[in-house]
């Protein structure tokens, strides 16, 4: 057994940086490449591709990428394991196969399959949305479980240098590796955990080196050489995220952190098919220049099923942008918006055609997104965002033909009109169900390969332990910016958004723990959060997970929104009111 597995990711969605692996390979800093590309607007995408041609529906970059790597994957034996595979694995690997051939480079390509649940979508027609209980659509575009990561393990016990894999969770192409080199059992969850936050970290890309920090400025001056991550893994579990030497970001903890708390829900139960992760006493520490050791990760038992992520057709959608310029602009697009609503409106009407499902306006530039607390009113140049959804595209098209005539009717200062006449297309739902784990067979290519036999476990969350309430500073006192005190993350769970929250200063955590409560932070979004918000403690890193249900107007796909998965969230909360001791400004603590 070696003493350290080196694990880089070299893509974070399909569509990252080309440049990823190569720089991570030709760093000669990494044993095993992973590449993380699915997403599950990704997956109904590559299931109509499949559809239309039985060769399609995998990443198709991802066979020229590893083949243009090869000589030197093959010369410094570095494996490689992905999810490229999509919905067709083994039209991925024969593309891969093909392009080897060409090189006259052996290479063993091994596929895990099992994941797709499409044909066999019937055989679940009772099973109920796991979120909002709703029945299984009749008409799916894909149905995928997500896998774990003993099967990519299996993949390479059997001899493959090149792992594909179709849907599994995005750390299990991480903690596969982990789980072949360390020989973790299946009931060894603290391991299982521990692999699974490596993985975590770094499955995102260039966010776990500093890219998309709260403290921009001080890795914006590397944005243009931004290194890719890489966990150097131990036997034990912990590991150090770092990056290759000659690259640019930041990896420190205040950095790694936040890609910890990126969408993870309640960190004390963090489900997973291999493990119930447990991260509330994750520990981070600088050991080096952009080296940061992580340890504390615990685990338990895991679920009997297996989360499956299905997506439909809900009618058609259409999107258009303009610029509106000049004094009351903002009170110009907003009528705006309202004239065309109210125009295509009766147009439909005359056509017979129903009223359309939703409609979403957003004045940017005007801070739509800050709600009640937005200052922008004065703005002088926005884009006007408007869009809608239908069950008949054909209102959509009269949508978009009433979209662009505004530049001549409306109002003065309208220009820039991105794309031209705003078309429609599918819009397209997530379905999230759980289906028990023996109901769906999993295969490894050339391996006859079984699950491991482990108990499993309700993946409810421990009570949590009590917090020790500190007594409040008293004296003079002053309002400041949530950025003063803490830094944080935020992304999506389904419709839900999830805002992590770090504190900058120990110190500062009691003053957060009793202003930034989850009824606070629900009146802050109020605009948004339909639903619950909900507090977690994250007592190892310093602060707060915080899930808004019913907050993204259907999440993903289905969001009408600029911001559909809530990426901007936290830098909306960035800007909450807390209010400090004045002595933490004279101590240097907090900027004035």
Known sequence: MRSEIRIGCGAGFWGDSAEGPKQLVESGEIDYLVLDYLAEITMSLLARARAKDPNAGYATDFPSVVAGLAPKLKAQGIKVVTNAGGVNPQACQLAIEEKLREKGIALKVAIVTGDDLLERAAEFADTREMFSGAAMPTKLWSMNAYLGAFPVA??????????????????????????????????EFDKLSAGSLAGHVVECGAQATGGISTDWEAVAGDWDRMGFPI????????????????????VVPETVAEQIVYEIGDPAAYLLPDVT???????????GENRVEVTGAKGRAPTAHYKVSATWQDGFRTTGTMMIGGVDAVRKAEAVAAAILKRTRRLLAARGLADYTRTDVEVLGSEANWGANARRRDAREVILKLAVQHADKNALEIFGREFIPPATAMAQGITGFSGGRPSPTPLVRLFSCLVPKDRVPVQVDGVDWTAPVVGYGDGRAPAPAPVTETVLPGGP?????????????????????????LARRPEFLPVLRAQLTAAAVKAYFAHFAQGAVERYELPGLGGFNFLLHEALGGGGMASLRYDPQGKMLAQILMDFPVTVPEDWVTRGWVKA
């Open 154 to 187: 299996a993949a390479l016990a059997g001899g493959a240098d090149i792992v594909l894999t179709g849907r599994c969770v995005d750390s299990a192409v991480v903690l596969g590796a982990l789980i072949h080199e360390f020989g973790w059992k299946a009931d």
């Open 277 to 287: 992760c447990d991260w509330r006493e994750v520990q981070l520490r600088q050991v």
């Open 477 to 501: 006192s002053r309002s400041v910016p949530l950025i003063a005190l803490a830094y944080g993350r935020s992304g999506d769970k389904g419709d839900a958004g999830n805002i992590g929250v």
């Open 231 to 250: 966990a150097v893994c131990r036997p034990d579990g912990s590991f150090i995220a770092t990056k290759p030497a000659n690259t640019g970001g930041r």
